[in-house]
């Protein structure tokens, strides 16, 4: 018996990083999972992988048309749908002064409006039959990063975002929970792009390894494990609640 | 048995009912050896009956060194090992607000609850640093967070085991043990804590309704709740997470 059984999950990002992970996690669990991502390629890969409980959608969450057509599909393929994992998302050096206009809207439109997109529509479809829904906000959202303006910035209204749709079904009684999960410093396909990117990588890396007293680095599956928590029934009292997994960065 | 907690050895306080007890056999069920303590020794036997082989009960005061120094030393005896602490014997004084505070209230529930778990702290770190780390969990509760007036010593030590907690992580990961601390808070429980609380008001209807209305999700939530929190923490599912608050509340902080 799974954790996840009876469960269909859309998860956007799920071609790498975290949603990929979390989606081989929660079919593992028993979940049906829609691997929805703008990268064909390896969201087919991941998809075929895990096998006959799984299928990919080209999703762009910046696109409501996007949006429509991956709900849909998700429901086609596996008659239902009770389970959002937000976890598309993109990071961007910038503070307030070198980041450009193009770099703030993108971060806002992926990152908050991609994922108020997706819990609009999921809770028009699970209020009638109840749902969860996993919003991947970052400690980032709740402490400032000078560097990280935009990112910091979206990631925090991801983290309220979620507390003001879990309040909203709760009130009406609808069975549509909403929690976000505010990793530390995961290591996946984003993180190794950031670096990259740096001036010093090598620099820039040691001084975010500093960040986390735990002295590991996170895995996505360590995000995963969380997501498969809040994705099944045993975190059925748990709404607007943030997770913080974090190797304890947040703990000082 | 999907065995989350294979070959994990763990401590349970306040494990005669409750999270305590529903913790104790999640943990069980999913492979751990337990050692539940409580002052309440009929419960507690209940309690280790429930696990068979997998348990045993020792009755133990948490407000008292050596108690803790002589439970840890049955764990190590019994089982050889420690790799899990759950704290959460506690006590609740209702009608404890400032003015009307009563000194032997005010040192009851500072002692059980957050001189307790200083101890358990205290004395589960030298064990699993030996066992090559170890997770400690802490029940804290949604009033470390939020304040109720007529909770006073209550809030007050919740609030201290919040910061304790991170303050034991922080610690630990600086020490590079692989010993983990956590929190947990909860929201109002259908558990015996409350259950008595209710049973001596006149309205016990009326109160539980106001206490469910303040959970958005508009029900209270029962000892399982916790536990699966509980068995996340206890597992190393949860390898990466410390110094972190969990809240299992139906949306009470959320607000």
Same mark, same amino acid.
């Given at each position: 018996?799974?954790?996840?059984?009876?469960?269909?999950?859309?998860?956007?990002?799920?071609?790498?990083?975290?949603?990929?992970?979390?989606?081989?996690?929660?079919?593992?669990?028993?979940?049906?999972?829609?691997?929805?991502?703008?990268?064909?390629?390896?969201?087919?890969?991941?998809?075929?992988?895990?096998?006959?409980?799984?299928?990919?959608?080209?999703?762009?969450?910046?696109?409501?048309?996007?949006?429509?057509?991956?709900?849909?599909?998700?429901?086609?393929?596996?008659?239902?749908?009770?389970?959002?994992?937000?976890?598309?998302?993109?990071?961007?050096?910038?503070?307030?002064?070198?980041?450009?206009?193009?770099?703030?809207?993108?971060?806002?439109?992926?990152?908050?409006?991609?994922?108020?997109?997706?819990?609009?529509?999921?809770?028009?479809?699970?209020?009638?039959?109840?749902?969860?829904?996993?919003?991947?906000?970052?400690?980032?959202?709740?402490?400032?990063?000078?560097?990280?303006?935009?990112?910091?910035?979206?990631?925090?209204?991801?983290?309220?975002?979620?507390?003001?749709?879990?309040?909203?079904?709760?009130?009406?009684?609808?069975?549509?929970?909403?929690?976000?999960?505010?990793?530390?410093?995961?290591?996946?396909?984003?993180?190794?792009?950031?670096?990259?990117?740096?001036?010093?990588?090598?620099?820039?890396?040691?001084?975010?390894?500093?960040?986390?007293?735990?002295?590991?680095?996170?895995?996505?599956?360590?995000?995963?494990?969380?997501?498969?928590?809040?994705?099944?029934?045993?975190?059925?009292?748990?709404?607007?609640?943030?997770?913080?997994?974090?190797?304890?960065?947040?703990?000082? | 048995?999907?065995?989350?907690?294979?070959?994990?050895?763990?401590?349970?306080?306040?494990?005669?009912?409750?999270?305590?007890?529903?913790?104790?056999? +999640?943990? =069980?069920?999913? &492979?751990?050896?337990?050692?539940?303590?409580?002052?309440?020794?009929?419960? #507690? /036997?209940?309690? *280790?009956?429930?696990?068979?082989?997998?348990?045993?009960?020792?009755?133990?005061?948490?407000?008292?060194?050596?108690?803790?120094?002589?439970?840890?030393?049955?764990?190590?005896?019994?089982?050889?090992?420690?790799?899990?602490?759950?704290?959460?014997?506690?006590?609740?004084?209702?009608?404890?607000?400032?003015?009307?505070?009563?000194?032997?209230?005010?040192?009851?529930?500072?002692?059980?609850?957050?001189?307790?778990?200083?101890?358990?702290?205290?004395?589960?770190?030298?064990?699993? +640093?030996? =066992?090559?780390? &170890?997770?400690?969990?802490?029940?804290?509760?949604?009033?470390?967070?939020? #304040? /109720?007036?007529? *909770?006073?010593?209550?809030?007050?030590?919740?609030?201290?085991?919040?910061?304790?907690?991170?303050?034991?992580?922080?610690?630990?990961?600086?020490?590079?043990?692989?010993?983990?601390?956590?929190?947990?808070?909860?929201?109002?429980?259908?558990?015996?804590?409350?259950?008595?609380?209710?049973?001596?008001?006149?309205?016990?209807?009326?109160?539980?309704?106001?206490?469910?209305?303040?959970?958005?999700?508009?029900?209270?939530?029962?000892?399982?709740?916790?536990?699966?929190?509980?068995?996340?923490? =206890?597992?190393?599912?949860?390898?990466?997470?410390?110094?972190?608050?969990?809240?299992?509340? #139906?949306?009470?902080? *959320?607000?």
């Amino acid at each position: 018996m799974g954790r996840c059984d009876g469960k269909v999950a859309l998860v956007t990002g799920g071609a790498s990083g975290i949603g990929a992970a979390s989606a081989r996690m929660l079919a593992a669990q028993g979940a049906q999972v829609m691997i929805a991502d703008r990268d064909t390629a390896n969201g087919k890969a991941v998809a075929a992988e895990i096998g006959s409980n799984a299928a990919f959608v080209a999703l762009d969450v910046a696109s409501q048309d996007s949006w429509d057509a991956a709900v849909a599909a998700t429901i086609t393929a596996f008659g239902g749908w009770n389970v959002l994992v937000n976890c598309a998302g993109i990071l961007r050096h910038g503070s307030i002064e070198s980041e450009t206009m193009d770099d703030w809207r993108q971060t806002m439109e992926v990152n908050v409006k991609g994922t108020w997109r997706g819990c609009k529509l999921a809770v028009a479809h699970m209020k009638a039959g109840g749902g969860s829904i996993v919003n991947l906000s970052s400690i980032a959202g709740i402490e400032g990063g000078a560097d990280l303006c935009a990112y910091s910035t979206s990631k925090g209204a991801v983290r309220l975002l979620t507390k003001s749709v879990a309040l909203y079904c709760a009130e009406r009684g609808w069975q549509v929970r909403c929690n976000s999960v505010n990793p530390g410093i995961i290591e996946t396909p984003m993180l190794e792009t950031y670096f990259a990117e740096r001036d010093d990588p090598q620099a820039e890396r040691e001084a975010w390894d500093r960040v986390m007293p735990l002295g590991i680095r996170g895995e996505p599956e360590d995000i995963g494990h969380m997501i498969v928590y809040l994705a099944c029934d045993e975190s059925r009292l748990v709404t607007g609640a943030e997770m913080v997994v974090d190797g304890g960065a947040m703990a000082r | 048995m999907s065995g989350r907690l294979k070959n994990k050895v763990a401590l349970v306080t306040g494990g005669a009912s409750g999270f305590g007890r529903q913790s104790a056999i +999640r943990l =069980a069920e999913e &492979g751990a050896l337990v050692c539940i303590t409580d002052l309440n020794e009929a419960g #507690g /036997e209940e309690t *280790a009956a429930m696990l068979g082989p997998r348990g045993f009960f020792r009755r133990q005061d948490v407000t008292r060194e050596d108690d803790w120094t002589a439970t840890i030393k049955a764990v190590l005896d019994r089982f050889a090992k420690l790799d899990v602490l759950v704290n959460s014997a506690g006590v609740a004084a209702a009608a404890d607000n400032i003015e009307d505070a009563d000194d032997a209230i005010w040192d009851l529930v500072m002692d059980v609850n957050l001189t307790g778990t200083w101890l358990g702290c205290r004395h589960a770190i030298a064990p699993m +640093r030996r =066992a090559g780390g &170890g997770s400690i969990i802490n029940l804290a509760s949604v009033l470390a967070l939020k #304040g /109720e007036g007529g *909770a006073l010593a209550y809030c007050a030590s919740k609030g201290g085991v919040r910061l304790l907690t991170k303050s034991v992580a922080v610690h630990c990961g600086n020490q590079r043990n692989n010993i983990r601390c956590n929190a947990i808070c909860p929201g109002y429980m259908l558990t015996g804590m409350l259950r008595d609380f209710l049973d001596s008001l006149n309205d016990r209807e009326g109160e539980h309704a106001r206490i469910a209305a303040m959970h958005p999700l508009g029900r209270l939530g029962d000892a399982d709740d916790i536990a699966q929190m509980v068995l996340y923490l =206890a597992s190393d599912e949860s390898r990466f997470v410390t110094g972190a608050e969990m809240i299992v509340d #139906g949306g009470f902080t *959320a607000g």
